[in-house]
């Protein structure tokens, strides 16, 4: 065991004493800790363009013009959203897949999509879907005020 453990440890510092010797080899060696903070997420730039914000009361007074897109997870969506929305979890570090769009293409029909669901994601799953082409895509600015739309149909 004594054994296992000094071959181990030789073959980490020899290891060690290679790396460090590399990177004092190089003509621009690494730095060992950062010289600023940085940014570990960072969204891409895809487009300028981001999809617009919508008002509930639009969407009150017309609901046959749009199709609802709940952002939240399944087991939220299970557990109440406005009737008729269709549910597509959104995780910001993914973008949604083609699938999924032409999914959304066909079920919307020449409805506009309204993203709805907590808010920050909401502006996110809308942003994404405008990116890859969807322009007919809003979320709402009230953000989580879309329970509105359940309690308008239960009345």
Same mark, same amino acid.
């Given at each position: 065991?004594?054994?296992?453990?000094?071959?181990?440890?030789?073959?980490?510092?020899?290891?060690?004493?290679?790396?460090?010797?590399?990177?004092?080899?190089?003509?621009?060696?690494?730095?060992?800790?950062?010289?600023?903070?940085?940014?570990?997420?960072?969204?891409?730039?895809?487009?300028?363009?981001?999809?617009?914000?919508?008002?509930?009361?639009?969407?009150?007074a017309?609901?046959?013009?749009?199709?609802?897109?709940?952002?939240?997870?399944?087991?939220?969506?299970?557990?109440?959203?406005? $009737?008729?929305?269709?549910? %597509?979890?959104? &995780?910001? +570090? /993914? *973008?949604? !897949?083609?699938?999924?769009?032409d999914? @959304?293409?066909?079920?919307?029909?020449?409805?506009?999509?309204?993203?709805?669901?907590? $808010?920050?994601?909401?502006? %996110?799953?809308? &942003?994404d +879907? /405008? *990116?890859? !082409?969807?322009?007919?895509?809003?979320? @709402?600015?009230?953000?989580?005020?879309?329970?509105?739309?359940?309690?308008?149909?239960?009345?």
């Amino acid at each position: 065991m004594k054994s296992f453990l000094f071959r181990s440890l030789g073959i980490v510092g020899f290891s060690f004493a290679v790396g460090i010797t590399m990177n004092a080899t190089r003509p621009t060696p690494l730095a060992w800790a950062a010289d600023s903070d940085y940014e570990i997420y960072d969204d891409c730039d895809e487009t300028t363009e981001t999809a617009e914000p919508m008002s509930i009361a639009d969407v009150l007074a017309h609901p046959d013009y749009y199709l609802l897109v709940d952002a939240r997870e399944p087991d939220a969506f299970a557990a109440g959203s406005a $009737p008729g929305a269709v549910n %597509l979890p959104y &995780d910001p +570090l /993914f *973008s949604v !897949g083609q699938e999924e769009i032409d999914a @959304l293409r066909s079920r919307a029909g020449d409805r506009s999509l309204v993203i709805i669901g907590d $808010p920050e994601t909401a502006k %996110l799953l809308a &942003d994404d +879907l /405008f *990116s890859q !082409g969807m322009t007919f895509v809003n979320y @709402l600015e009230e953000g989580d005020q879309w329970t509105k739309l359940v309690a308008k149909e239960t009345e």
